[in-house]
């Protein structure tokens, strides 16, 4: 009964990916992966373990779904450079999981391969374990030849860090002359930032119900970013909950197209 229910919602899924590429998709969404240990307490789980090895599973399976769909750059928040102040045990465990979860990922998943997806690690990587750094290195070295997709694990990542580095290197140019204060532009800064070669950021959503972006692409998430707070833990969110997302994404372009061609008639 559950390999048929499987089928099912494989094929409904399939369907469901091939009617939504049928509109406009977002060519860069990010995501807050949040709520992990709420949701091991939820389940009956011992450890917030559970939770963070489920949000590292559920993300697999979203990124797939997204390549599926066509969108051209994910940005998740992996870690936060605050969570390091999390108990020592949750701290371990969470870069264990970093290393088997990413040693693996070039190796074992075909997804890389088939969508050509470059990997990269968003943040201070010197801030993280020396082995957890030679991983991402190693992803990092793997993957960089793969020019279609773009994977951000923002790990360990602050936007206000972000912001902060952009505007030393913006210093940087003006020190050695290759600018001057007055052409400084928030477009100088944007062209520094961690994602300057990544698409516009179009949807940014965030799981657990919280309404809060918690220092995550807040310069990216500017008016044009739609930002959607989802009522469900991580490891539950799925292409059921991201489909009223990219509906109502394919609505606003539509409306906005027609707004511009109103104008133009005008």
């Known amino acids: 009964m559950e390999s048929i229910l499987n089928s099912v919602n494989n094929y409904l899924e399939q369907w469901t990916i091939s009617i939504l590429c049928k509109g406009k998709i977002p060519r860069h969404v990010g995501f807050i992966l949040d709520g992990n240990r709420r949701y091991a307490r939820k389940a009956g789980a011992s450890s917030t373990q559970f939770g963070h090895y489920e949000g590292f599973k559920q993300l697999e399976k979203m990124l797939d779904i997204c390549m599926q769909l066509g969108i051209e750059a994910v940005t998740v928040y992996a870690f936060s450079i605050e969570n390091f102040n999390r108990s020592e045990d949750e701290v371990d465990y969470l870069m264990r999981l970093f290393c088997e979860a990413f040693e693996g990922f070039c190796e074992k998943n075909a997804l890389v391969d088939k969508y050509e997806i470059c990997v990269r690690f968003l943040g201070h990587i010197s801030y993280l374990p020396e082995h957890v750094q030679k991983v991402a290195e190693k992803v990092t070295e793997q993957t960089k030849k793969n020019k279609k997709r773009i994977f951000n694990v923002c790990c ?89 997302i990219i509906l109502e994404y394919q609505i606003y372009s539509d409306h906005q197209l027609q707004e511009k061609r109103l104008a133009s008639n005008h």
């Open 156 to 244: 360990p990542y602050t936007s206000r860090d972000e912001i902060t580095t952009a505007i030393k290197d913006t210093i940087e140019l003006v020190k050695h002359g290759k600018i001057t204060v007055d052409e400084i532009t928030d477009q100088t800064i944007k062209d520094h930032l961690f994602t300057a070669d990544c698409p516009e950021l179009d949807v940014l959503v965030r799981t657990s119900g919280e309404t809060r972006l918690s220092d995550f692409l807040l310069w990216q998430a500017n008016d044009t970013c739609q930002i959607h707070y989802v009522n469900c833990y991580w490891p539950e969110f799925s292409l059921w909950k991201l489909l009223p």
